[in-house]
């Protein structure tokens, strides 16, 4: 079984900073060969990718709305993957999921991820 614990939410004001984990387990999940991603959900609104790392850590996505402002990053030794987010506005306020794809390629679509967080609430107050 996987596990995947995010965590490092919190409340913020404008213009501050947070930084997420997502620790992975699993007695057969080996955690090099996934493509990891951050998604987030705001009440009423779809989920979205908001950045993804692909396996070896040498691709990246990042939504537009995040780019510049947010970094992903991976450690393939400790099976973590971290979002830092710098520059937070009010509109980045979601529940942020972490996800794992099998395979290299970096996908924005919610199914196309295999597993799942539970989730960590951000708040940005303006």
């Known amino acids: 079984q996987v596990q995947l614990v995010e965590s490092g939410g919190g409340t913020v004001q404008a213009g501050g900073s947070l930084r997420l984990s997502c620790a992975a387990s699993g007695r057969t999940f080996t955690f090099s060969r996934y493509t990891m991603g951050w998604f987030r959900q705001a009440p009423g609104k779809e989920r979205e990718l908001v950045a993804a790392?692909?396996?070896?850590?040498?691709?990246?996505y990042y939504a537009d709305s995040v780019k510049g402002r947010f970094t992903i990053s991976r450690d393939n030794a400790k099976n973590t993957v971290t979002l830092q987010m710098n520059s937070l506005k009010p509109e980045d306020t979601a529940v942020y999921y972490c996800a794992a794809r099998g395979g290299s390629r970096v996908r924005a679509g919610v199914r196309e991820y295999d597993y799942w967080g539970l989730g960590t609430q951000v708040t940005v107050s303006s």
């Open positions: 790392i692909s396996w070896s850590g040498g691709s990246t």
